[in-house]
Nanobody, 126 residues
Framework: QVQVAESGGGLVPAGGSLRLSCKTSGRTFHTMAWFRQAPGKEREFVAGNRRSDGHSFSYADSVRGRFTMSRDSAENAVYLQMNLLKVEDTAVYYC????????????????????WGRGTQVTVSS
């Protein structure tokens, strides 16, 4: 059975940090990503990685330089270190995965991922 589970969300003041974890089981995933969804907004790409790219990660412009994604292929896990958090980072954060090696132009599309966690709430207070 395929399982994807996020953890590490919480309430943090602006300027603070959080580290999200995503653990998976039941399948080996090639492409993994973090998405987020704020109330009343569409789900948006945050960061992603393809196993074949090694330690090369892609980021949304809004988080580049503040967030760092990492991957432990042996553990089938990904992490998201979030620093200098802003109020606008408040959202439910989701881990997404697919066994396919997505082409670069599609890694930011939520519709390309077939396995999702339930999400973890991140709230940044002013």
């Amino acid at each position: 059975q395929v399982q994807v589970a996020e953890s590490g969300g919480g309430l943090v003041p602006a300027g603070g940090s959080l580290r999200l974890s995503c653990k998976t089981s039941g399948r080996t995933f090639h492409t993994m990503a973090w998405f987020r969804q704020a109330p009343g907004k569409e789900r948006e790409f945050v960061a992603g990685n393809r196993r074949s790219d090694g330690h090369s990660f892609s980021y949304a412009d809004s988080v580049r330089g503040r967030f760092t994604m990492s991957r432990d292929s042996a553990e089938n896990a990904v992490y998201l270190q979030m620093n200098l958090l802003k109020v606008e980072d408040t959202a439910v954060y989701y881990c997404a995965a697919t066994a396919r090696r997505l082409i670069t132009s599609t890694t930011r599309l939520a519709s390309e991922y077939d396995s999702w966690g339930r999400g973890t709430q991140v709230t940044v207070s002013s």
